[in-house]
């Protein structure tokens, strides 16, 4: 299985600022996903990000507030813009290669004030 | 899209005790995984599962794809089990996405 880390592991912001998280994994997948877990909450998927293109967003997330870039197999990053409170969550990297299993990172924990 | 549902939404063990967790699924699916999360938010990989049985120490789980419902089961419960316990299904068609379940969170007494 694939080894997955992410920075910063947690965070604690200020509202109106960004923040940006990166997933590093200790080899080349094809399928990268950011997902985000509110408090209490299950988890729900923000994207699918594309080596080389813009990513695909689903439906409730657009790009001008978590911007994801992916340039290259083994790397990828989430920005949360423009946080507010409601923000506050853990968001979760995940890899998978096609028609295998699915791997999380350890999670970025957000607290915005 | 793709509904899953997990039950019960809370269950509270005694150590030592076993016990049946269950995952519905409205549509065909091509992956199913069951995952732990501990205390620390970490999610752990237990089973990929789209069909069939598998046993890994005390836990076994099964699906049968057919009638959408995928069972993990829990015996000789430790303390350590604790946390919250998701069922994620990838649709079939759905490009590799998991939808996951709400959880059910388990907390085992010493």
């Known amino acids: 299985s694939a080894v997955i880390s992410q920075k910063p592991s947690r965070d604690i912001c200020q509202r109106g600022t960004s923040l940006t998280i990166q997933c590093q994994v200790d080899?080349?997948?094809?399928?990268m996903f950011w997902y985000r877990q509110q408090p209490g909450q299950s988890l729900t998927l923000i994207a699918t990000a594309n080596q080389g293109s813009e990513a695909t967003y689903e439906s409730g997330f657009v790009i001008d507030k978590f911007p994801i870039s992916r340039p290259n197999l083994t790397f990828s990053t989430l920005t949360v813009s423009n946080m507010s409170p409601e923000d506050s969550s853990i968001y979760l990297c995940s890899v998978r290669q096609v028609g295998d299993e699915q791997f999380f990172g350890p999670g970025t924990r957000l607290t915005v004030l | 899209g793709i509904q899953v549902e997990q039950s019960p939404p809370d269950l509270i063990l005694q150590e030592g005790a076993n016990s049946t967790l269950r995952c519905n699924f409205s549509?065909?699916?091509?992956?199913l995984q069951w995952f732990h999360q501990n205390p620390w938010g970490q999610l752990i990989n237990l089973f990929y599962i789209p069909s069939g049985t598998k046993q890994n120490g005390r836990l076994s789980a099964t699906t049968v794809a057919t009638e959408r419902y995928s069972l993990l089961y829990i015996s000789s419960s430790q303390t350590t089990d604790s946390g919250v316990y998701f069922c994620a299904v990838e649709r079939t068609g759905a490009n590799s996405k998991l939808t996951f379940g709400k959880g059910i969170t388990l907390s085992v007494r010493p």
């Open positions: 549509d065909s699916v091509n992956n």
């Open positions: 080899s080349q997948v094809t399928m």
